[in-house]
Structure formats: C-alpha cells, structure tokens
T-cell receptor, first 116, second 112 residues
Framework: DTGVSQNPRHKITKRGQNVTFRCDPI?????LYWYRQTLGQGPEFLTY????????KSRLLSDRFSAERPKGSFSTLEIQRTEQGDSAMYLC??????????????FGPGTRLTVL | AQSVTQLGSHVSVSEGALVLLRCNYS??????LFWYVQYPNQGLQLLLK??????LVKGINGFEAEFKKSETSFHLTKPSAHMSDAAEYFC??????????FGAGTTVTVRA
C-alpha cells in the first residue's frame, strides 16, 4: 500500500455542473477526513468518517456538498451546482483510530478543482 | 477561541542559513502539534509532531521544533537551509480527537 490516493488530480468544470471526487485511504485506516484548501490558505476541515459513519460536518459544508463512505473503505465527495467559489484543492486524509492517543493523519495528493 | 497563527507569510533565507518559522496557538489545554510541508501541486507531508514527552522534537530533513507551553509556541527550525527546502510550511494543531486546524502557511524561498 503506497498511501492515500485521490482521483482525479485535476478537474475543470463549468459553473452549475456537478463534480465528484474519490479518495482511497490506506487500507487498514478506519478514519477518513476531507479538507479544503484555497489559494494562499491552510487546509480547512470539511468532514470526517469513522468506518462508514459520517461523524462531523463543518459549517463550510453547504447543502450542495455531500460525502459518502458506503462500505467504510473509499469515500466520495460530490459538489452539486458548482460555483466559482468552490475552486480549491480538496484534500483527503486517513488515520487509524486506536484506543488512546493521537493517530496521525496521512494526506493524499489532493484534487484541484477549477470552476469556470 | 482555539486558533493557530503563523507569523510571516513569506520567509527568504540564504542557502546554508538558519530557517526559523514561527507558530503560536491559542488553547487552554495543550494540544497535539504538527508541522507539515507542501510542495507545489502536492499534498501535505508530515515533518514532525509533538504529542507527549520530550518538548524538543526532531523530524525529517533536519528539521526540529520545540514545544513551549508557557509561550504557547511550536516554532520550526533547521540549522542550514538547502535549496530543496523551498516549499510551503503549515503548522497544525489538534484541539480535539479528530480534526486538524492549520495556520495560513509560510512560504520559504532559498537563495543560492
């Protein structure tokens, strides 16, 4: 296993179109996270899953955004009716939830979305 | 409110000179602390982390950071900059069990 993978790496779309991104975490990791990074800023937390359950959603995640992790493995992030403000790098991370202590998050290469 | 502040959005150093990147956090409880590096169009790579134990933490590529609870700081240093250190660096804090909160980032350029 070589780490977290994300597809596509780049997506260009027109305003109003729907887009879907995929994240494949490290195989034994039971937690999966989505972050958004706009130009010149640090990543901002969007949502996370433990197994297939979505446990937290940021206020940044408007109704146009939906994330799923149906079988507790890969996850998809869908944006409906894209807006130019959605242009950003979308980062996925995964970690192993242990019984104690912090569990390191491993990041994928990201999907860069450009909305024209 | 809990927050992470990186002082200085851009740092320029000469090759061989000291690299110092500053990070302060605001929290009533000492959090877990991290430094990540990001190269253009790539994801984040963990440089080092502080969770418990020794407050001086050594990471990859010759970087180290010191957790100072009294100053709520976690500054990153490298004694001698290399051209390959040119990148963007993010300080991150884990205030709870799951999400990371990131600073705005510091871009490092290295002059030959």
């Amino acid at each position: 296993d070589t780490g977290v993978s994300q597809n596509p790496r780049h997506k260009i779309t027109k305003r109003g179109q729907n887009v879907t991104f995929r994240c494949d975490p490290i195989s034994e990791h039971n937690r999966l996270y989505w972050y958004r990074q706009t130009l010149g800023q640090g990543p901002e937390f969007l949502t996370y899953f433990q197994n297939e359950a979505q446990l937290e959603k940021s206020r940044l995640l408007s109704d146009r955004f939906s994330a799923e992790r149906p079988k507790g493995s890969f996850s998809t992030l869908e944006i409906q009716r894209t807006e130019q403000g959605d242009s950003a790098m979308y980062l996925c991370a995964s970690s192993l939830r242990g019984t104690s202590g912090y569990n390191e998050q491993f990041f994928g290469p990201g999907t860069r979305l450009t909305v024209l | 409110a809990q927050s992470v502040t990186q002082l200085g959005s851009h740092v320029s150093v000469s090759e061989g000179a000291l690299v110092l990147l500053r990070c302060n956090y605001s929290s009533s409880v000492p959090p877990y602390l991290f430094w990540y590096v990001q190269y253009p169009n790539q994801g984040l790579q963990l440089l080092l982390k502080y969770t418990t134990g020794a407050t001086l933490v050594k990471g990859i590529n010759g970087f180290e950071a010191e957790f100072k609870k009294s100053e709520t700081s976690f500054h990153l240093t490298k004694p001698s900059a290399h051209m390959s250190d040119a990148a963007e660096y993010f300080c991150a804090v884990n205030f709870n069990d799951y999400k990371l909160s990131f600073g705005a980032g510091t871009t490092v350029t290295v002059r030959a």
